[in-house]
């Protein structure tokens, strides 16, 4: 700071002096790490315009394919969708449970990821708005959308060294779908993160419809072929000619952070709460089985019930026979005398109402045989984090005439 000061009461001359006085304001620190992570914050910026101009592209090429580079995090943060891809643990429990068969656990490590309850998007996919949890907030709250919930297989299958891909497409029976793509020796199997169900890129019987894009933790692909259909499709990438990728090969731009944690941490789900629950729900479908036959007697088939809760727990890890022998001839004894009507529901657990909505829309309730039994058996089989598998297995009894 300069300061002057001016005299001008002198009678012989005028003169003037200035000195400098500092001031202490305060002092700022830049660390050395500040600096290269300007530098890295910078990268990021140049990635997200060139994935934005990439998506436009795409889309001229292709209007009515999806294409996805960047969404918001739970901050509210803009970045890379391969930012969510990383391998990530399953929870223990489920890796215990078939320690010599890999494919088994495969399989159940999809059937948990089924069992997270669907949220349905708020926006619409196409107005760029996307926002997507951490696969651990997806368990922690037991709920996601659709692609969280093939991210969150996906990085399971990266856990036990698979390639793995997340795949964005149209399905007949779901609208827009997020799948998992696996390459195998000689094969692609096509994972539905929602039922848990895989299917060989061939199946006729895949719901899958369009193959759009892929991506996984390195980079984003769209597909240009004509036909994108799942069973002509080329699924080979690395071909320019059939994918469009956003990052070049000799790409040399900084790689950024997963936006994943190096482990996820799993809670155990209270059994007493579990075991709570059920008998709610089972008493409640037998007030409301009475309730939708206001004309008919409703009676309870004890001897059914018994071997239809003797079933379901096995439904659930589908190990060996449904029934042990001597639950067989129960059963058989059973058949010798009643004509037995009904199937098991298997849903993942968001709320007792609708436990009750699917079955009654099973409609096995209305039978109207004289001297109709029924019989009703609940289970609950508990996973971490209070994810549950609901099973319900209503039979109708007719005594034959």
Same mark, same amino acid.
């Given at each position: 700071?300069?300061?002057?000061?001016?005299?001008?009461?002198?009678?012989?001359?005028?003169?003037?002096?200035?000195?400098? &006085?500092?001031?202490?304001?305060?002092?700022? #620190?830049?660390?050395?790490?500040?600096?290269?992570?300007?530098?890295?914050?910078?990268?990021?910026?140049?990635?997200?315009?060139?994935?934005?101009?990439?998506?436009?592209?795409?889309?001229?090429?292709?209007?009515?394919?999806?294409?996805?580079?960047?969404?918001?995090?739970?901050?509210?943060?803009?970045?890379?969708?391969?930012?969510?891809?990383?391998?990530?643990?399953?929870?223990?429990?489920? $890796?215990?449970?078939?320690?010599?068969?890999?494919?088994?656990? $495969?399989?159940?490590?999809? &059937?948990?990821?089924?069992?997270?309850?669907?949220?349905?998007?708020?926006?619409?996919?196409?107005?760029?708005?996307?926002?997507?949890?951490?696969?651990?907030?997806?368990?922690?709250?037991?709920?996601?959308?659709?692609?969280?919930?093939?991210?969150? %297989?996906?990085?399971?299958?990266?856990?036990?060294?698979? !390639?793995? %891909? @997340? %795949?964005?497409?149209?399905?007949? %029976?779901?609208?827009?779908?997020?799948?998992?793509?696996?390459?195998?020796?000689?094969?692609? $199997?096509?994972?539905?993160?929602?039922?848990?169900?895989?299917?060989?890129?061939?199946?006729?019987?895949?719901?899958?419809?369009?193959?759009?894009?892929?991506?996984?933790?390195?980079? #984003?692909?769209?597909?240009?072929?004509?036909?994108?259909?799942?069973?002509?499709?080329?699924?080979?990438?690395?071909?320019?000619?059939?994918?469009?990728? $956003?990052?070049?090969?000799?790409?040399?731009?900084?790689?950024?952070?997963?936006?994943?944690?190096?482990?996820?941490?799993?809670?155990? *789900?209270?059994?007493?709460?579990?075991?709570?629950?059920?008998?709610?729900?089972? &008493?409640?479908?037998?007030?409301?089985?009475?309730?939708?036959?206001? !004309?008919?007697?409703?009676?309870?088939?004890?001897?059914? *019930?018994?071997?239809?809760?003797?079933?379901?727990?096995?439904?659930?890890?589908?190990?060996?026979?449904?029934?042990?022998?001597?639950?067989?001839?129960?059963?058989?004894?059973?058949?010798?005398?009643?004509?037995?009507?009904?199937?098991?529901?298997?849903?993942?657990?968001?709320? @007792?109402?609708?436990?009750?909505?699917?079955?009654?829309?099973?409609?096995?309730?209305?039978?109207?045989?004289?001297?109709?039994?029924?019989?009703?058996?609940?289970?609950?089989?508990?996973?971490?984090?209070?994810?549950?598998?609901?099973?319900?297995?209503?039979?109708?009894?007719?005594?034959?005439?």
């Amino acid at each position: 700071m300069i300061i002057e000061k001016h005299e001008d009461h002198c009678f012989k001359s005028c003169s003037g002096h200035s000195y400098i &006085r500092k001031n202490w304001l305060g002092s700022i #620190v830049f660390p050395f790490s500040a600096l290269l992570q300007q530098s890295e914050f910078s990268g990021q910026i140049d990635v997200l315009e060139r994935a934005q101009i990439f998506k436009k592209n795409c889309k001229a090429l292709f209007p009515k394919r999806r294409i996805t580079t960047t969404v918001f995090n739970d901050e509210g943060i803009q970045i890379l969708v391969t930012r969510y891809i990383k391998a990530l643990n399953p929870p223990q429990q489920l $890796l215990d449970i078939f320690l010599h068969d890999s494919n088994a656990t $495969l399989d159940l490590v999809a &059937r948990f990821v089924s069992l997270i309850p669907i949220m349905p998007d708020a926006l619409d996919e196409n107005d760029g708005f996307d926002i997507w949890m951490t696969s651990e907030r997806c368990i922690s709250l037991a709920i996601g959308n659709k692609e969280e919930h093939a991210i969150l %297989l996906c990085n399971f299958f990266l856990y036990f060294g698979k !390639k793995a %891909l @997340v %795949l964005l497409g149209t399905s007949m %029976l779901e609208g827009h779908v997020a799948y998992v793509l696996t390459p195998e020796t000689d094969e692609y $199997l096509l994972w539905n993160p929602l039922t848990g169900q895989c299917h060989k890129q061939f199946d006729p019987f895949c719901p899958l419809q369009s193959v759009d894009c892929l991506f996984d933790g390195e980079n #984003v692909w769209f597909n240009i072929q004509q036909n994108n259909s799942p069973r002509a499709v080329y699924f080979d990438y690395s071909k320019e000619s059939f994918w469009k990728q $956003l990052l070049p090969k000799n790409y040399q731009g900084t790689k950024a952070q997963s936006i994943q944690p190096e482990e996820i941490i799993y809670s155990d *789900t209270n059994k007493s709460m579990v075991e709570d629950l059920k008998n709610r729900i089972e &008493r409640t479908l037998k007030y409301k089985i009475m309730e939708w036959r206001p !004309k008919q007697p409703t009676r309870w088939n004890r001897q059914c *019930t018994f071997i239809l809760r003797q079933i379901l727990p096995k439904l659930e890890l589908g190990t060996g026979n449904f029934v042990s022998s001597e639950d067989e001839s129960e059963f058989e004894r059973l058949l010798q005398f009643y004509w037995v009507a009904g199937f098991p529901i298997q849903m993942p657990y968001t709320d @007792v109402q609708s436990v009750i909505d699917a079955v009654y829309q099973t409609g096995i309730h209305s039978s109207e045989f004289p001297q109709t039994e029924f019989a009703l058996a609940v289970y609950i089989h508990p996973y971490p984090n209070n994810i549950l598998s609901v099973w319900v297995y209503l039979a109708s009894l007719a005594r034959y005439q």
